[in-house]
């Protein structure tokens, strides 16, 4: 059987792109301003390209009612898109899921590595300007004291003493270069006043492959020397018109004299070999240098300046730096330098890379071996509470969506089961795969489910019941007399009301030859359609007595007989018999255990005129009683007659009349029942009827009816000629 799915309720309306544009504010505000918008740019191309200022304010509004009709649909599409993506339950668990512990867990991881590369960036910078400022200090000490050499020696072997000190250098900083420089200027704050004569023309020693020596010492450099780190271009290949940035460590050191005649300058060029020696010692590897444009902020010209064409401090022609190392692979560190002829400072924008295990093995290496094996087993339990923690969250990621999947499958399991409850089929059961309360929940749904069916199968039987009972009281009611019965010098007026679809009591009316009349009250014991069944078979057998019989004991003796032997043993049948000779003037009647007859004389019947209501019990035993062969029933059984007079009223009923209890089981009563008889004697014989029902509806209220209730009222009318 397929599976009923339902989206979210709407409205049922289904609008295309032709009612959405026209027949909405929105989509009109869209048309209007792209029909404004395109007539202002015809215009504007008609007039070669200038428009009147009313024509801008046009364009403009019409931009705006474009913006904001696209708005609108655009927040429409969203909502319906919400609307029908977060409808499954299972999709809101995981969303729900993931914004309350995947998003915090990897807002945490990103938190931490972010201050990991912030740490790792300034202690990468720190490092390799530490090492830069450790070259330069020792540029200085060299330069220093080479000055002192040369002016302890007046100026004589200053060659001599140049290459000496570079060739014991180059074994520590290979490319050193020396020059010694002349110079004229005048140091105040020295106090040694000797002439320290200079050098004809300009000495150096070493490679100077990166610059030519310095002609002469700029100004800006004043007797204390100076120490730094300079920039130089050099193209990258012998005719390549791409240039690359190296950095070189200068120092400049005078003579500790008043007018010192010449100035000691050293250059450690930053080669390969340094940076390698860098790297040995810091974990950290210089890749490349570029200058920052003057007047920029260095942190943004970190992204701007023109990349490394190669690697620092290489050959001429060297390939380029590799990008490779990731987001530790090309870290960006600012360094302060001067320009050797205006002294102007600039920043030089270093890139370096990384590497944090040869870092860490570095700095633990630095405290003795057992602290090395220390950090190094605080490290393994730090990438195993790493791993832990990452299979932790895998684990409870899992976890989650199992459990998501099995609450969103139950839930939907029953949405599948109410969709089949909704379209008739109660026997669709669920599978209950967990003794938990979703378990608990698909079998009270079960139990539910066939529940309804059970009581929807009762109810298929209650109508069928009712039906047949309908059936069964309009079959009753046919049986009883139809129509108005004329007789002249009689008004009848009979009333059966069962207390359920079919009942027990009857009634009837005979014609007799000889302006003769039968009229029968019964009442079977019990109610409902054993009751009814009796009756049925009563009417059958009083309609053959009553012509055979003129006499209302006999009849009752002859019904009794037969009864007798076909009744249940708890049931028995109470009734009265009268026979009405208009000709006579006379009423023959017996009973039989039946509910009293009430007699209203007519206006001249007594001497005196009153007219009270008689109660006529003649003696009699119920019919049917299995006794003694009807010899006591016989023996019991009274007949009486009476005479007729203009005006009489006769009311048979049974004992749901009388009987007729309300709320506190009070019974209505004989004497509520003659009172209305005595109080409207001339009324008609209908109206006294409909009088009787109302006053017992009144009396019992809410109370249900609990027996039959039967009536006949006979009222005796002045005789015709």
């Known amino acids: 059987m397929a599976v009923f799915r339902s989206l979210p309720p709407d409205d049922g309306r289904r609008y295309g792109v032709r009612h959405v544009l026209f027949g909405t504010l929105p989509g009109r505000a869209i048309v209007i301003g792209i029909v404004l918008r395109a007539a202002v740019y015809l215009t504007r191309v008609m007039l070669g390209g200038t428009v009147p200022g009313v024509l801008s304010v046009i364009d403009t509004a019409a931009g705006l009612a474009l913006a904001i009709g696209v708005a609108y649909f655009v927040f429409k599409l969203i909502v319906l898109a919400k609307r029908h993506l977060l409808w499954r339950v299972r999709r809101k668990l995981m969303l729900s899921y993931v914004f309350v512990g995947f998003f915090p867990a990897t807002l945490i991881v990103v938190f931490f590595l972010l201050c990991g590369f912030l740490l790792f960036y300034n202690f990468s910078s720190y490092l390799v300007q530490s090492h830069l400022r450790g070259l330069a200090d020792q540029a200085r000490f060299l330069a220093q004291g080479t000055a002192l050499e040369i002016q302890r020696s007046e100026g004589r072997g200053v060659a001599s003493i140049l290459e000496r000190r570079q060739a014991n250098a180059t074994g520590e900083f ?49 007797c204390g020397g100076v120490t730094g780190v300079e920039a130089y271009s050099t193209p990258l290949a012998a005719d390549s018109p791409d240039m690359r940035t190296d950095i070189v460590v200068r120092a400049v050191a005078f003579p500790d004299t008043r007018r010192p005649g010449y100035a000691v300058v050293i250059d450690l060029p930053v080669h390969e ?31 701007v300046a023109k990349p490394m064409t190669g690697r620092l401090g290489g050959e001429p022609g060297t390939a380029p730096a590799s990008g490779g190392g990731g987001i530790l692979g090309d870290l960006r560190s600012f360094l302060e330098y ?26 633990s290496s630095a405290q003795g071996l057992v602290s090395t094996r220390s950090s190094q087993a605080l490290l393994l339990i730090l990438f195993v509470i790493g791993g832990l923690f990452i299979l932790i969250e ?33 026997t669709h059961k669920i599978a209950v795969t967990a003794q938990d309360q979703l378990g608990e929940l698909a079998q009270s749904f079960n139990s539910m489910t066939a529940s309804i069916e059970d009581l929807l199968r009762e109810v298929g039987e209650k109508k069928r019941l009712e039906e047949e009972l309908r059936i069964a009281r309009e079959i009753q009611m046919s049986l009883l007399p139809q129509g108005a019965l004329v007789m002249p010098g009689l008004t009848i007026t009979a009333l059966c009301v069962p207390a359920r679809e079919v009942g027990g009591d009857y009634y009837d009316l005979f014609p007799i030859a000889g302006c003769r009349l039968g009229v029968l009250i019964a009442d079977v014991s019990g109610k409902g359609t054993s009751a009814a069944l009796y009756m049925a078979e009563l009417k059958g057998l009083m309609l053959s007595l009553s012509q055979i019989h003129t006499s209302p004991r006999d009849l009752l003796l002859a019904a009794d007989r037969i009864m007798a032997n076909n009744l249940d043993a708890r049931s028995f049948i109470t009734m009265t018999y009268a026979i009405i000779d208009l000709q006579e003037r006379t009423m023959t009647y017996a ?36 006794l003694d062969a009807g010899e006591t029933f016989s ?21 749901g009349i009388s009987e007729a209890m309300n709320d506190t089981d009070d019974c209505f009563g004989d004497e509520r029942l003659g009172r209305i008889l005595e109080e409207h004697p001339d009324l008609p014989s209908e ?35």
């Not at 409870?396 to 089929?425: N, P, Q, Y």
């Open 338 to 363: 001067r320009d050797w002829n205006s002294g102007e400072s600039g920043t030089l924008i270093l890139s370096t890379q990384l590497s944090i295990g040869e870092l860490y093995q570095r700095i």
């Open 687 to 721: 109206e006294i009827r409909e009088r009787v029902l109302r006053e017992i509806a009144a009396f019992v209220g809410a109370a249900p009816q609990h027996d039959d209730m039967t009536m006949i009222l006979l009222k005796i009318d002045r005789a015709s000629a």
């Open 635 to 655: 023996r019991l059984l009274q007949e009486q007659t009476i005479p007729l007079h203009d005006g009489d009223l006769y009311m048979f009923y049974t004992d």
């Open 394 to 426: 895998v684990m409870a990621l899992g976890t989650g969506l199992a459990l998501a999947k099995s609450i969103t499958g139950s839930v939907h399991e029953l949405f599948t089961g109410t969709e089949r409850v909704r379209h008739g089929d109660f």
């Open 273 to 303: 070999s340094i940076t390698q020696q860098l790297r040995r010692d810091t974990g950290v590897e210089v890749r490349g240098v570029s200058v920052a444009p003057a007047g920029s902020d260095a942190a943004a010209s970190a992204n």
């Open 174 to 222: 290979a490319g050193v270069s020396m020059a010694v420089v002349p110079t004229s200027r005048t140091c105040e704050a020295s106090s040694v006043v000797t002439m320290v004569p200079a050098p004809d023309g300009i000495v150096a020693a070493g490679p100077w492959a990166h610059v030519k020596p310095p002609s002469s010492i700029p100004g800006w450099i004043d």
């Open 591 to 626: 009973r039989a255990g039946h509910t009293p007859l009430m007699y209203l004389p007519g206006a001249g019947a007594t001497p005196g005129g009153a007219r009270n209501v008689r109660i006529l019990c003649p003696d009699g035993l119920v019919l049917g009683l299995k």
